[in-house]
């Protein structure tokens, strides 16, 4: 069993022993072991022959048997025995946006239903609203979430398949017969959910880069295999397609392979792209069109051909841009990272600062900090911060915003952090109204910097709430409270279009990695590239500041 399986199979222990109801600890014990094996750089199987499983961050001695276990024998007897217990259409329900795993125990344990077809027909012959808790606005949030699910279960974050992408583009580049090569398609303009890898590649020798890449190790298999094309599956049975052009003709070939269809048909009339002259840039590709350069992130018929006209388009903000992150977790709540650990990483990213915003007390699930320990935190600290003269941690809290909209931690606490986010991660299914008045309550509290991830969507697994946008960004203009980025590829919340429309009212982004492991903070790649779809500039975005700036900021707005 690799790293992923094994990471995947404790995963699944968790939520079978949630549907069970189990001791909250435990449950957590086994993600925070399956959080740890995720992030390895080492194979298990050698840390296994070396004896050194024990150093692995979260996993004790039962967890550890259970892991040698599956390396010895590629398979666990007691995660067998618990799928015996709870169906594996019980796991697959999970997949549905917004249905957890309380839900489907209550499903499970009153209408005996095991999988998803059998909760379909359910919710349509309206037999869930008749259980308590339930009701017809639920019915409605399951039928809705099976149809997203099937709507996009050909599409995957792009988290998930950009690493692919980029490892399959570096074969590429190795080889001696290829002179470029480049990702292309939705992948290259930062969508946040993506169907295949599409990556152009300019090639002397097509029949070299055929051979080579049918003994490409992630390959599964190759479907299609023509003059200038190759087409295939990776794994997770991932879709690609490798386009081989002369060098000559590579430049105009990576610009239509990029796209957006909608983008190019606005550029040229039906049929006529094919008909492109040879450019050795796509900068002078555009001048030819008499337009500025457009970046691959805005090209996506969205005014973006208007302002190139007219001199109009923005100067995107880019990476090195950043000067710190502000929302970030250690080993003090839910995090896998020590505060040690977490500064390394920092400093070797150019940070000048990093806030550290573990959970607030409500939050027991994912070892929220009461106030007491929260102090502690901040003594550790305040002890840190005299080792660096070129770096600091911020005192800081995700507090979580209450069903009322009030904060889960007092004004005198809240007071004395640098810097307070804002969250909600409970009660996802109040109505619109109720959600909206919530999140303006929390923007109108004088204690709160921002707002993280905004709508509360998980790509693929559950839908934002039901928000007023337009009455939450009137209000987080009038309180100059920020807005966040929430670079993790599973959320990219708030998205590029919330972005483009917060920073037309004058609104201040945050783009933060909500890192809960060291190497997390590196997933604000991410949402730089859904800052870049959303036009923003680097003054649009708070951390491109110094921290004297975003404490002058932080002052005048509280």
């Known amino acids: 069993m690799t790293n992923r399986e094994i990471a995947r199979t404790l995963d699944h222990i968790a939520d079978i022993l949630q549907f069970q109801d189990e001791n909250p600890f435990k449950v957590r014990a086994y993600r925070q072991a399956a959080n740890s094996i995720h992030y390895l750089d080492e194979d298990l199987h050698y840390l296994h022959e070396k004896g050194r499983l024990g150093e ?38 999970l997949a549905i946006p917004g249905v957890g795993h309380k839900t489907i125990r209550l499903l499970h344990q009153q209408l005996g239903i095991t999988n998803r077809e059998e909760l379909l027909q359910a919710a349509q012959e309206k037999r869930i609203r008749l259980l308590p808790g339930m009701g017809s606005k639920t019915e409605f949030s399951i039928i809705k979430g099976i149809e997203m699910l099937e709507q996009h279960s050909q599409k995957n974050t792009l988290g998930f398949v950009l690493p692919m992408g980029q490892r399959l583009l570096a074969f590429l580049r190795d080889m001696e017969q290829v002179t470029d090569a480049a990702l292309a398609g939705s992948i290259r303009r930062g969508r946040p959910l993506v169907t295949d890898i599409d990556i152009v590649a300019a090639a002397v020798d097509e029949a070299g880069v055929r051979n080579k890449v049918s003994h490409y190790r992630e390959l599964k298999q190759i479907t299609d295999s023509q003059p200038g094309h190759i087409a295939g599956l ?34 040229f ?52 841009d950043l000067r710190g992150d502000l929302h970030c977790h250690s080993g003090w709540s839910d995090g896998a990272s020590q505060l040690t650990e977490l500064a390394a990483a920092a400093r070797g990213l150019g940070y000048s600062y990093l806030a550290v915003t573990d959970h607030s007390r409500s939050l027991a699930i994912s070892g929220g900090l009461n106030e007491e320990r929260l102090a502690a935190q901040g003594r550790e600290i305040d002890r840190l911060n005299q080792q660096w003269d070129d770096f600091k941690f911020l005192k800081g809290t995700e507090v979580d915003i209450l069903p009322d909209g009030q904060l889960d931690y007092e004004h005198p606490v809240l007071a004395k952090l640098d ?6 991660h409970t009660h996802f299914r109040l109505d619109k109204e109720r959600q909206t008045d919530r999140i303006v309550r929390a923007i109108q509290n004088d204690d709160v910097d921002i707002i993280g991830h905004l709508t509360g969507r998980l790509l693929n697994r559950r839908p934002p709430y039901e928000l007023d946008l337009e009455r939450i960004l009137d209000a987080a203009a009038q309180a100059g409270v920020i ?50 779809r959303g036009w923003l500039r680097k003054e649009d975005v708070i951390n491109t500041r110094d921290w004297s700036a975003v404490t002058a900021y932080l002052k005048k707005n509280r």
């Open 56 to 93: 692995i961050p979260g996993v004790g001695p039962a967890i550890r048997a259970k892991i040698v276990e599956m390396l010895e024998k590629g398979s666990l007897e007691y995660y067998e025995k618990m799928r015996r217990q709870a169906p594996a259409g019980l796991l697959d329900m």
């Open 234 to 267: 990776l794994q997770y049975n991932i879709p690609f397609e490798i386009i081989l052009l002369s060098a000559e003709d590579y430049c105009s070939g990576l610009f239509l392979a990029t796209g957006s269809k909608q983008h190019l048909a606005r550029l």
């Open 269 to 320: 009339p039906a049929g006529t792209q094919h008909q492109l002259d040879r450019f050795q840039t796509e900068a002078d590709l555009y001048a030819s069109l008499n337009l500025d350069f457009i970046p691959p992130e805005l090209r996506e018929d969205q005014g973006e051909l208007e302002a190139a006209a007219q001199g109009r388009l923005p100067r995107l903000i880019e990476r090195d």
């Open 419 to 424: 810097i307070v986010v804002a969250s909600i």
């Open 483 to 532: 807005l966040e980025i929430n670079s993790h590829p599973d959320r990219l919340d708030i998205d590029a279009e919330v972005a483009r429309q917060a920073r037309d009212r004058g609104i201040m982004i945050a783009v933060n990695s909500d890192a809960h492991h060291q190497r997390d903070l590196g997933l604000i790649d991410y949402g730089i590239t859904n800052a870049r």
